[in-house]
């Protein structure tokens, strides 16, 4: 720092420009006044720095503190010759400019810096709110992953307890087959030790019986040996006698009676009438015997009629009445099929019914599908409905009875064609006997048979309608086919039929088991208790029963009335329901490996 004062004095008035020298000064002044602001600011410095140092140093209250007079003095010279400055007060003006200029770009820089402040705050806040958010997500993850996690081992522990409990029923059931099996196995130890105790005891008995007779006989044998002697020789004599007073009489009438015409023509005569007789009633009676089969009596094809003979009808008289008076029921009581097959088979038995009333010739009809779908049932529904009699046969009938197979076939008919109500003829199996003639293994009595068919069914009737049953129709001769006024397809059952089965099967033959069957003179059957096996559990039954017939749906719950009969207190549970079912399911499945099917 250079003194005010010096520097004037080395500076003469003529030598530059006024104007320039003011400014020079004033720049000088401003220099000098900035020199004497920082010499004063280093003084107050260092005295404020002395006072933290002796504040720590805490001396003693008269003591003087120590501080650098230095910068004050020159403070106080450097006002001193501002004073003597022409251009004092624009250099202190200028000075207080720089001074507001720096202070506002000092509060500039402070308020750039709150701005910045204010920013790295609020960029902070976002990054922590997307921490924050991150981190609720990996929560809510983590919660969800722990929550199916715990529903993961519920199910598991679930499963296992339903597997553990199945378990304990099997081991449960399989101990009490074992218990029973060894209860049957004492009893009938038990039994054949009573047995052979009591044939023991009448072996002896008899033995001794025998000894003792022996001993009797041995005892009283002279006395038997006479008895028999005297009544050989009574019944000798008495023979002898009888013999002679024998040929006496029948000589003396031998005698007479040749010596007699009168007599000896008689006798001829009565013998000759006689013999006649049971010629002519021989053969009345054949004839009789014919035209009563003809009329009433029961082909010997046929294995099932609702025809009554007269004596049925005199032992019943009101249900003969009733049969009588027409149809009764509906064709389709008890047929559980489709909705579409449904109305076709209802439509049939109204078009038969009024075929029947109205005198029409009848329409034969081809039932043809799988085995044990209702075919022969519904046959039987639609004569009852009809007011018309059925009569059953099978093709696999025909073939043994050789050539006595035309005679039985036109006696079949002849017997239908006397009905009043009019019949149903069933054959069922049709393919059996009615296939194609073209075959070389078809033999020469199976080729009559069929042809004395085809000749009985050529033309229509109003007697008898002819409904065939077969599982496979391809086979049936071409003439057939041509006889046939109706083919019905009969399918398998779906989901709701098989539903509607199971539930009809399980109410007729598990709950209302006792209530259709006759009780006898020992009682009825058992009743049936049924424990834990609902509506809905028989419904997911008839679900898994896919590709099963009618026929396997009514054995199945027939096997589960088996199952409950099996049991000492006639007890129908879920794991006998399951047992059958699996077993039948197992049955099915081999069956269509059998077969070829899936």
Same mark, same amino acid.
Not at 303 to 332: C, D, K, Q, V, W
Not at 400 to 406: I, K
């Given at each position: ?14 030598? *530059?420009?006024? #104007?320039?020298?003011?400014? &020079? ?36 209250? %008269? ?7 230095? #910068? ?22 200028? #000075? ?56 993961? $081992? ?25 218990? @029973? ?13 009573? #047995? ?54 029948? +000589? &003396? ?21 006689? *013999?006649?007789?049971?010629? =002519? ?5 054949? !004839? ?40 009764? /029921?509906? *064709?389709?009581? =008890?047929?559980? !099929? ?11 038995? !109204? ?17 043809? =599908?799988?085995? +044990?779908? /209702? ?6 529904? $639609?004569?009852?409905?009809? %007011? ?6 099978? %093709? /696999? ?77 391809? @086979? ?46 020992? /009682? ?9 096996? &609902? &509506? ?6 008839? @679900?898994?029963?896919? %590709? ?17 009969? +099996? ?32």
């Amino acid at each position: 720092m250079w003194p005010f004062g010096k520097k004037a004095e080395d500076e003469t008035p003529g030598t *530059a420009n006024p #104007a320039s020298a003011g400014e &020079d000064a004033a720049k000088k002044a401003a220099a000098a006044v900035m020199g004497a602001a920082s010499d004063a600011e280093s003084a107050a410095g260092s005295i404020f720095k002395d006072e933290a140092k002796d504040e720590a140093a805490k001396p003693e209250p %008269g003591a003087m503190r120590g501080f650098d007079p230095t #910068a004050l003095e020159r403070a106080a010279k450097a006002a001193r010759e501002l004073q003597d400055l022409k251009f004092a007060p624009e250099a202190i003006n200028i #000075a207080k400019l720089k001074e507001e200029r720096r202070g506002k770009q000092a509060d500039a820089e402070a308020e750039s810096m709150k701005a910045r402040q204010k920013a790295f705050e609020v960029e902070q806040s976002r990054v922590q709110e997307q921490e924050r958010r991150q981190t609720l997500q990996q929560d809510h993850k983590l919660k969800q992953e722990q929550a199916y996690y715990q529903d993961q $081992l519920a199910r598991k522990r679930h499963q296992d307890e339903l597997n553990a409990q199945r378990a304990m029923k099997e081991q449960q059931l399989k101990r009490e087959e074992e218990f @029973q099996l060894r209860v049957e196995g004492m009893k009938r130890q038990t039994a054949e030790y009573e #047995a052979k105790l009591r044939k023991d005891t009448e072996r002896a008995r008899v033995e001794a019986e025998m000894a003792g007779k022996a001993d009797q006989e041995r005892k009283n044998w002279d006395l038997h040996m006479q008895r028999s002697q005297m009544q050989a020789k009574e019944m000798r004599t008495t023979v002898l006698e009888s013999v002679r007073e024998s040929g006496r009489i029948i +000589g &003396d009438g031998v005698n007479g009676f040749l010596h007699d015409r009168e007599k000896l023509g008689t006798t001829v005569g009565l013998f000759t009438m006689l *013999a006649v007789g049971i010629y =002519g009633a021989r053969v009345g009676t054949g !004839v009789l015997g014919r035209y009563v089969e003809a009329r009433m009596g029961k082909p010997p094809l046929v294995r099932e009629t609702s025809r009554r003979s007269p004596l049925e009808t005199i032992r019943s008289p009101i249900s003969s009445i009733r049969r009588l008076a027409g149809g009764s /029921g509906n *064709a389709l009581d =008890g047929v559980v !099929v489709e909705p579409k097959l449904q109305d076709r088979l209802s439509t049939l038995a !109204v078009t038969t019914r009024n075929t029947k009333n109205n005198g029409a010739p009848y329409r034969h009809a081809m039932l043809h =599908g799988p085995p +044990g779908t /209702g075919k022969t049932l519904f046959a039987k529904k $639609l004569a009852q409905a009809s %007011g018309m009699d059925y009569a059953i046969l099978t %093709g /696999g009938d025909i073939a043994p009875l050789g050539r006595e197979a035309v005679t039985e076939m036109h006696k079949l008919f002849d017997w239908a064609n006397t009905s009043r109500r009019g019949v149903v003829v069933f054959i069922d199996e049709a393919d059996a006997f009615l296939r194609k003639r073209t075959e070389s293994n078809l033999s020469e009595d199976a080729r009559n048979a069929l042809n004395a068919f085809l000749y009985r069914t050529g033309t229509e009737s109003k007697n008898f309608m002819v409904v065939y049953a077969t599982n496979e129709p391809e @086979q049936l001769d071409w003439a057939i086919n041509d006889r046939t006024d109706e083919l019905v397809p009969f399918t398998l059952p779906g989901p709701a039929e098989r539903e509607t089965m199971l539930k009809m099967y399980f109410d007729k033959l598990i709950v209302n088991n006792t209530k259709s069957a006759s009780t006898g003179m020992f /009682g009825g059957p058992k009743q049936i208790t049924v424990d834990g096996v &609902d &509506d809905a559990q028989l419904t997911a039954i008839a @679900q898994k029963l896919n %590709g099963f017939s009618g026929r396997e749906i009514s054995k199945l719950v027939i096997g589960w009335q088996a199952a409950a009969y +099996g049991t000492s207190d006639a007890v129908l549970n879920k794991a006998l329901v399951d047992r059958v079912l699996d077993n039948s399911l197992e049955q099915h499945m081999t069956k269509m490996k059998w077969e070829g099917r899936d």
